[in-house]
C-alpha cells in the first residue's frame, strides 16, 4: 500500500474511532460508572487487522488523547489510558495467534479495558475494593466486545466469524 | 496490500467462531468464579452483635430493618432497633449508674473494634449510641 493511502486511511480510521467515541459519550450512562460498549474499539481492530498493532497503537492512543481533551477530562485520560494500553496488548497478542475472530479480539480487549481501568484506578485510590467492580465490568466488557466485533467483522468481512451468515 | 501478520486461511470461520464460543466461555467462568471467591471470603454485611455480660448472644444484619428488646438476665432491657444500616440503642432500662452491668450491652459492629461501653464504663448498657460497621458514629 502506498504510503500516502496508508497515511490517509489511518487519518480517516482515528476520525471515525473520535466520532464513535463521541457518540458515545452522548448515550445516556448506566447505573455503574466504565460500563460502556467501546463503540471506538471497532476503528481500533479495524486498523489491527488492516494494518498491524504498531498502527492499531497509534490510532488508540491519539484517539484516547484528543477525544479526552475534546469531550472528556485530563483526569479521566489517565484511566482511558491504562485501559487502552492494556486492551491493545491483549488484542495485539490474540491477533498474533490468529485463532479467535473480530469477535474474541474484541471481547478480549473489553474485558482488558476494563481490567486496565480498575487498576489505573486502584493505584490512584489507593483502595483494593474496586477489585469487586471487576466481575460486574468484565461481563459488560464481554457483552460490549460480541457487538462492537460483530460490527467490526461486518466491516471487514473476510475476519468475521459470527457474522458468516449476514454477509 | 501489506498485511502484517496474514490470516491463516487454514483456520475456517467455523474454527474462529468455535475458537471464540470457547474464549467468551472462559472469560464469563472467569468473572463468575472471581465474584464466587469474592462473595465467599467477603463476610455477609455489617452486622450488629449484642453481648450480654461479655458473651456473644445474639446478632442482626444491618442490612434488615428491625427492631428488637434484648432482654438481660437481671430483668433489664435495650431496645435495638436497626434502619437504614445503622444500628440505634433507642431505649434501655438503665437501673441507675454504675449498676447496669448485667444488662445486654455494646451493640457493635463486624469488625469488632474496642468502643467505650466495654472498657469497663460504668454505663454500659445505658448508652445510646449508633453504630455503623462497627464505628461509633
Given amino acids: 500500500m502506498k504510503k500516502t493511502k496508508r497515511l490517509v486511511l489511518l487519518a480517516m480510521l482515528t476520525a471515525v474511532a473520535m466520532i464513535l467515541s463521541y457518540v458515545e459519550s452522548l448515550l445516556p450512562s448506566v447505573a455503574i460508572p466504565g460500563v460502556k460498549m467501546g463503540l471506538a474499539n471497532i476503528a481500533v481492530i479495524f486498523a489491527l487487522f488492516r494494518f498491524g498493532w504498531k498502527e492499531a497503537a497509534a490510532l488508540s492512543l491519539v484517539r484516547v488523547v484528543l477525544v479526552s481533551l475534546l469531550f472528556g477530562s485530563v483526569g479521566a485520560m489517565l484511566y482511558s489510558l491504562a485501559g487502552a494500553v492494556l486492551s491493545l496488548a491483549v488484542m495485539a497478542l490474540l491477533r498474533r495467534i490468529d485463532r479467535f475472530s473480530t469477535v474474541g479480539i474484541s471481547v478480549t480487549g473489553g474485558v482488558a479495558h476494563n481490567a486496565g481501568q480498575i487498576l489505573m484506578a486502584m493505584l490512584i485510590l489507593q483502595t483494593k475494593q474496586l477489585l469487586g467492580y471487576l466481575p460486574v465490568l468484565a461481563v459488560s466488557g464481554i457483552a460490549g466486545g460480541v457487538l462492537t466485533g460483530a460490527c467490526c467483522g461486518a466491516a471487514h468481512p473476510p475476519h468475521s466469524g459470527i457474522l458468516i451468515s449476514i454477509r | ?137
Fill in chain 2, 1 to 137: 496490500m501489506k498485511r502484517v501478520y496474514p490470516m491463516k486461511p487454514e483456520r475456517t470461520k467455523k474454527d474462529r467462531l468455535r475458537a471464540d464460543i470457547l474464549l467468551i466461555a472462559a472469560l464469563l467462568a472467569l468473572a463468575l468464579g472471581f465474584f464466587a471467591v469474592q462473595r465467599l471470603s467477603r463476610k455477609d454485611g455489617a452486622l450488629a452483635v449484642v453481648y450480654v455480660n461479655g458473651e456473644r448472644t445474639a446478632e442482626y444484619p444491618l442490612a434488615e430493618d428491625t427492631t428488637v428488646t434484648l432482654h438481660a438476665p437481671n430483668g433489664g432491657y435495650n431496645i435495638l432497633v436497626i434502619s437504614g444500616g445503622t444500628a440505634d440503642v433507642t431505649e434501655a432500662s438503665c437501673p441507675g449508674r454504675g449498676s447496669a452491668s448485667g444488662e445486654s450491652r455494646a451493640v457493635r459492629g463486624r469488625y469488632d473494634r474496642v468502643s467505650p461501653e466495654q472498657n469497663g464504663d460504668p454505663h454500659r448498657g445505658c448508652g445510646f449510641s449508633r453504630y455503623r460497621s462497627g464505628e461509633l458514629i
